[in-house]
């Protein structure tokens, strides 16, 4: 067995290693040498840490072998098992995976995504209007983190009208770090537009799931609510990756004066602040059987931890991982996972940040960062937690 240990590895479950970017410096040794690790720490279950870009994809490619049911996030004991294990279409396997994620796709498509872009639009001039007006105000709330929160409100079918309502209980909710069932106005409210679709489908999300079977039965009013939840959780991680995103064009003034004079980069532009953002920190599995990888045991039940954000910075994939490049060609990044369960939201993200790009480019006429960026205390999720900033408009 080779280096099933690496002492310094049990540094990544500490949240202030992520904060201070030392988790760089601990995955990189990882990647050279220590490419699975086991870890033992007190009130977690035993796991391995997987660092290299080629081993998060293939476990990612393979849900036989690495079960999503148990939970795709590591949890302390103390926080018990997630309410969605087996319900939801993250923390589901094939076959069941494959109904879920049928009866949901078809509104995630890239139709669907041209057919929202002009709300999307119309969204990104409204928060980046009140950003401005309102002086300094703080990039990662009052910009990313809205949009995210009204991209996925109107992709559950949220009407214009509750739409303000609705996302400050979205932010409010998983501000807390809370299940979103916990929060009682936004689960109330969510039960009530249920009702409401129960009675009168329309195009969204939520009728989706309403109307959808899985082995020829209609999904429970639980398994509803907790893939309402799974879709809402998603708005994290998409401002997360918005805000790294603007970080970066601000820390990198001739990548931002390159996007600005060559709009033909957009495309390569989103890909790269995906790949330079991972705001999905990890993605975790569970070993449906043992097996070996890389001379090490892995054994049946045990957790697995795929470090998103060290595959994205791998040398053996990445020529120079550590520059951001918005003109990054080939960029196979994994910020938005791999295989069946990749991000059933990333066409629709895509659309927003090059929606976002395009309009600081035709309608800022100059922005700047005020203060220091704070960064997130977080070993599941990556990002800014603070970006003061002003901007003024054309
Ligand atoms: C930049 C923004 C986003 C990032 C970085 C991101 C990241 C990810 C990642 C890494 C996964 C794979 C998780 C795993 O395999 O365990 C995933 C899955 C998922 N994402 Fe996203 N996501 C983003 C945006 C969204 C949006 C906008 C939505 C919803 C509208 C969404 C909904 C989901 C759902 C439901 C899954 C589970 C899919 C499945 O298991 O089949 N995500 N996302």
């Given at each position: 067995m080779t280096h099933s240990s690496y002492a310094a590895a049990d540094a990544l479950l500490d949240p202030l290693t992520h904060a201070d970017g030392s988790a760089d410096d601990v995955w990189r040794e990882m990647r050279d040498r220590h490419p699975w690790v086991r870890h033992e720490p007190d009130g977690y279950p035993a796991f391995w840490s997987v660092t290299r870009y080629q081993d998060v994809r293939s476990v990612y490619a393979d849900p036989e072998r690495f079960s999503s049911a148990g939970g795709v996030l590591l949890r302390a004991?103390?926080?018990?098992?997630?309410?969605?294990a087996g319900l939801t279409l993250a923390l589901t396997d094939p076959p069941r995976h494959s109904s879920l994620r049928t009866i949901l796709a078809p509104h995630f498509n890239e139709r669907n995504a041209r057919a929202l872009a002009d709300r999307l639009r119309a969204d990104v001039r409204d928060v980046l209007f009140r950003a401005a007006e309102s002086g300094e105000f703080d990039f990662v709330h009052d910009v990313a983190g809205r949009l995210s929160s009204l991209l996925i409100a109107r992709l559950l079918g949220v009407p214009d009208a509750d739409l303000d309502t609705a996302v400050r209980w979205i932010e409010e909710a998983f501000a807390a770090a809370?299940?979103?069932?916990?929060?009682v106005p936004l689960t109330r409210y969510v039960i009530d537009l249920m009702e409401q679709r129960d009675k009168g489908p329309s195009d969204d999300a939520i009728s989706l799931l309403l109307e959808g079977e899985v082995d020829e039965e209609l999904l429970t009013e639980t398994e509803v609510l907790l893939n309402c939840e799974n879709l809402l959780g998603a708005s994290e991680n998409a401002g997360l990756s918005l805000a790294a995103g603007m970080a970066a064009l601000v820390a990198h003034p001739e990548q931002w004066h390159d996007l600005r004079e060559h709009p033909e980069i957009q495309a390569s532009a989103v890909e790269e602040i995906l790949r330079w953002g991972s705001s999905a920190t990890h993605s975790m599995r569970t070993a449906t059987s043992d097996m070996e990888r890389e001379g090490c045991r892995i054994r049946k039940g045990e957790r697995v931890v795929l470090w998103v954000r060290s595959a994205n910075r791998d040398e053996r994939e990445f020529e120079g991982p550590e520059k951001f490049d918005?003109?990054?060609?080939p960029n196979r990044h994994l910020a938005l996972g791999?295989?069946?369960?990749?991000?059933?939201g990333q066409i629709m993200a895509r659309h927003q940040s090059r929606i976002l790009l395009e309009e600081l480019v035709t309608s800022v006429a100059a922005f700047e960062q005020t203060g220091p960026v704070t960064p997130l205390a977080s070993i599941a999720v990556n990002g800014p937690a603070r970006l003061p900033m002003r901007l003024a408009l054309r």
């Open positions: 004991y103390v926080n018990g098992e997630d309410p969605g809370k299940p979103m069932t916990s929060h918005l003109r990054r060609k791999f295989g069946p369960h990749v991000c059933i």
